[in-house]
């Protein structure tokens, strides 16, 4: 699905009435099955983008197009189905603590049944081999059974991106994948992502705060302040646009600089570890 913001503004959804943007006007494309990261410090905006993308809150100027179409020009039923085809994976899941894992990860393809199957599934799981898959692309399959609330924060993040490969959606928006995760687990999670997207032919939209995992997609996109700071082949994002970006921000920039650079960079830091 092809996605294009003309000149877009939009507050935080947490922002008090009247607030300033988080995102200022912004133009971008990204077309079908294209994979791109989304950098910079916090408060650039990130978070905000990804939930007008998912049709999450209405821009404040400017406007959406999701595959040619205006989503909030639809009505009420045909803006439902149109959300049914965008994942939306916050950096926090929305995981109920006492639920199964299993009715948790297949809850993903709800936007694709009705209504009697939708409720059986919560009692009766109904494609319970496709949710071990699932799970065992994130070493996971071991869990399957397992309440939520037993899970480490870790293991929660990754049942959260293990969804996504459920879901029918053709646009997958990650917020912060790996921000509970160890550098292993780390790099176990990025690239089931960018590969399964690949084999789907799904567009990938993620927000990153480890520069050097962001560096490795094709495309990256830097915030500041709600602004566009480039929008660049990876190749082209040099230490000193890196620098720029994260200027006043410097501890945010986390991670190893562009391959072209790496002679020169320090080893990876890590902010958080859980299993």
């Not at 507050?11 to 008090?16: E, G, N, S």
């Not at 917020?175 to 590969?195: G, V, Y």
């Not at 190749?235 to 410097?250: D, K, P, S």
Request: aromatic share 4%; hydrophobic share 45%; glycine share 6%.
């Amino acid at each position: 699905m092809p996605v294009e913001i003309e000149q877009m503004s939009a507050r935080h959804p947490a922002a008090r009435l009247g607030a300033a943007p988080a995102l200022k006007p912004l133009s971008l494309a990204v077309a079908p099955g294209e994979q791109v990261a989304v950098i910079g410090p916090s408060g650039a905006g990130k978070t905000t983008l990804l939930h007008a993308l998912a049709c999450a809150l209405q821009p404040a100027t400017g406007r959406l197009l999701l595959d040619g179409t205006d989503p909030w020009t639809l009505s009420t039923a045909q803006l439902q189905r149109l959300r049914g085809r965008l994942f939306l994976a916050p950096q926090t899941p929305p995981l109920p603590p006492r639920q199964r894992v299993v009715t948790s990860i297949l809850a993903a393809r709800l936007p694709r049944l009705g209504l009697w199957r939708s409720l059986r599934s919560l009692v009766y799981p109904d494609d319970i081999g496709g949710a071990h898959e699932a799970l065992e692309r994130f070493d996971l399959a071991h869990k399957l059974w397992e309440r939520v609330d037993r899970l480490s924060g870790g293991e929660r993040q990754r049942v959260g991106l293990a969804r996504a490969l459920l879901s029918p959606a053709a646009v997958w928006l990650i917020d912060e994948p790996l921000s509970a995760l160890d550098p292993t687990r780390a790099r176990q999670a990025i690239d089931t992502l960018t590969q399964a997207a690949r084999e789907r032919g799904v567009t990938l939209i993620t927000t990153l705060h480890q520069v050097d995992v962001a560096t490795r997609f094709a495309r990256v996109i830097g915030l500041r302040e709600g602004e566009l700071a480039f929008d660049l082949p990876s190749a082209e994002v040099t230490q000193r646009r890196l620098a720029q970006l994260y200027a006043q921000h410097e501890h945010e920039l986390a991670g190893a600089p562009p391959a072209a650079e790496a002679q020169t960079a320090a080893a990876p830091a890590v902010t958080m570890v859980c299993r």
